[in-house]
């Protein structure tokens, strides 16, 4: 199953990285990004199948926003990773900094307006087969920090709906 979110995960980072290309360039951006000859490479390798579970999807079972390092949790951790100039407190909450959206163009100076979204949202995985996951491995999804999972974006979201949409 991890494969089929996998595989989703890269199509749609292939569309956003193409889309991001031609409305500007980010300054900071989720690491490992596939190319897009992989992710297409990976989306051959879907298996097309009904969405199932939808009505017991429950956001809390994807234990999000782990204590990464110290008192910093993974969306601290993606606001400074993503961001420019980003301080933060004995908390690790960030006090200053600015993040550019690939996705529109724009950029925000307080991290409350800033958004961390996951490239294939938890209910999305969860549909696709999440369901079946142990809570660790859900766990260790909601909080990958080493792919291109997570944004730091406010227009993630509305893009992939917007995308959901054109189906």
């Not at 409305?23 to 900071?28: K, M, N, R, Y």
């Not at 980003?86 to 900094?97: E, I, P, R, Y």
């Not at 950029?107 to 999305?124: K, N, Q, R, S, Y």
Request: charged letters at 15%; aromatic letters at 8%; glycine letters at 6%.
């Amino acid at each position: 199953m991890k494969r089929v979110v996998t595989a989703a995960s890269a199509a749609l980072t292939a569309i956003l990285v193409t889309f991001s290309l031609t409305t500007g360039t980010a300054s900071a951006t989720p690491p490992n990004i596939p190319s897009a000859a992989t992710a297409t490479s990976r989306l051959a390798t879907l298996t097309v199948a009904a969405e199932t579970n939808q009505s017991s999807y429950d956001r809390s079972l994807f234990n999000h926003w782990i204590t990464i390092s110290g008192t910093c949790n993974t969306r601290e951790t993606v606001l400074k990773r993503d961001g420019v100039g980003v301080v933060v407190n004995s908390s690790c909450a960030a006090t200053s900094g600015s993040w550019y959206s690939p996705f529109d163009g724009a950029t925000w100076t307080a991290a409350g307006d800033v958004d961390i979204d996951h490239m294939v949202p938890l209910a999305e995985a969860w549909r696709s087969g999440a369901y079946a996951w142990t809570s660790a491995q859900r766990q260790s999804y909601a909080n990958d920090l080493g792919g291109p999972e997570l944004w730091a974006t406010e227009e993630l979201s509305r893009l992939l709906e917007s995308l959901r949409d054109r189906r």
